[in-house]
C-alpha cells in the first residue's frame, strides 16, 4: 500500500488546500482593508477641527478657530490695532538709593526717598494727567494702586512715567529719581498683560499691569 503524506492537511483552510484558497484570503483581506480605510475616513470626518489651522495662538473649538486677544479673522490671522490701554497696577521693583549728587534722597533727615509716580503725555512734567500717593521712607518694591485703573488714549504717541521724590512737605523741590519715555503701542507683540520699563543706568525698574482695548 502507498503511504499518502499529510503535510498538505496542515494547510487546510475550510476543506480546501491553501493553493485553492488564495482567491478567498484575497477577498477577505480587501473586505478588512476597505471597512479599516472607511472608519478611518469616519473618524476624520466627525472630527470638526480636521483641517482647520489656528494662528498666533488660536484654538479649534467646533470647528472654528478661538482667536486670543487681539487677533481675529476666520483663521487668526488679522492683529487688531488696540485704541487704548488700561493701567491696572504699577510695581517699581528698583530705585536709585541716592541722588546724582551721592547724597540720600531727603534732604531732612537723608533717609529713604518718598517717592511718587506721575504719568503723562509727551515728556516729563510735573503737570500730571495722573499721580499716585506717596509711599513714605520708601523701600523697593513699592505697589501703586490709588486712582487705578488708568486708561491712556493716543497709545502711538510718547508718554513719559516718572518716579518723583516728595520733599515738598518739607518745604524742598520734589526730586525726579527717574523715569522713562515710552511708546505703548510699541510693546503690542502678542499683547502682553505686562510692560517693563528697565534701565541698568538708572538703577531703575518699573512694571505696569496692562489691558488692551480693541
Known amino acids: 500500500m502507498r ?9 487546510y483552510i475550510m476543506n480546501f488546500p491553501i493553493h485553492q484558497n488564495l482567491p478567498r484570503i484575497g477577498v477577505i483581506v480587501m473586505i478588512l482593508v476597505v471597512f479599516a480605510c472607511s472608519d478611518k475616513d469616519n473618524t476624520l470626518t466627525t472630527d470638526a ?5 489656528c494662528l498666533n495662538g488660536g484654538t479649534c473649538l467646533n470647528g472654528s478657530c478661538n482667536c486670543p486677544q487681539g487677533y481675529a479673522g476666520f483663521h487668526c490671522e488679522t492683529k ?5 490701554l488700561t493701567i491696572t497696577g504699577i510695581e517699581v521693583s528698583l530705585f536709585p538709593l541716592t541722588d546724582f549728587s551721592d547724597n540720600m534722597w531727603d534732604a531732612s533727615d537723608r533717609s529713604n526717598p518718598d517717592p511718587y509716580i506721575l ?11 495722573y499721580k499716585s500717593e506717596v509711599v513714605n521712607n520708601a523701600i523697593a518694591p513699592l ?12 497709545i ?7 518716579v518723583v521724590d516728595d520733599d515738598q512737605s518739607e ?28 534701565s541698568s543706568v538708572q538703577s531703575l525698574s518699573i512694571t505696569l499691569a496692562v489691558i488692551w482695548n480693541f
Request: hydrophobic share 30%; proline share 8%.
Open 3 to 11: 503511504e499518502v503524506s499529510n503535510a498538505v492537511a496542515y494547510n
Open 49 to 53: 477641527c480636521y483641517g482647520t489651522s
Open 80 to 84: 487688531l490695532t488696540p485704541v487704548s
Open 119 to 129: 504719568l503723562n503725555p509727551g515728556p516729563a512734567t510735573v503737570f500730571s494727567y
Open 143 to 154: 505697589s501703586y494702586s490709588n486712582d487705578l485703573p488708568y486708561t491712556l488714549s493716543n
Open 156 to 162: 502711538d504717541q510718547g508718554w513719559s512715567i516718572s
Open 171 to 198: 518745604g524742598y523741590q520734589d526730586q525726579i529719581m527717574g523715569g522713562f519715555y515710552f511708546t505703548p503701542i510699541s510693546y503690542d507683540t502678542d499683547f502682553p498683560q505686562t510692560i517693563e520699563l528697565i
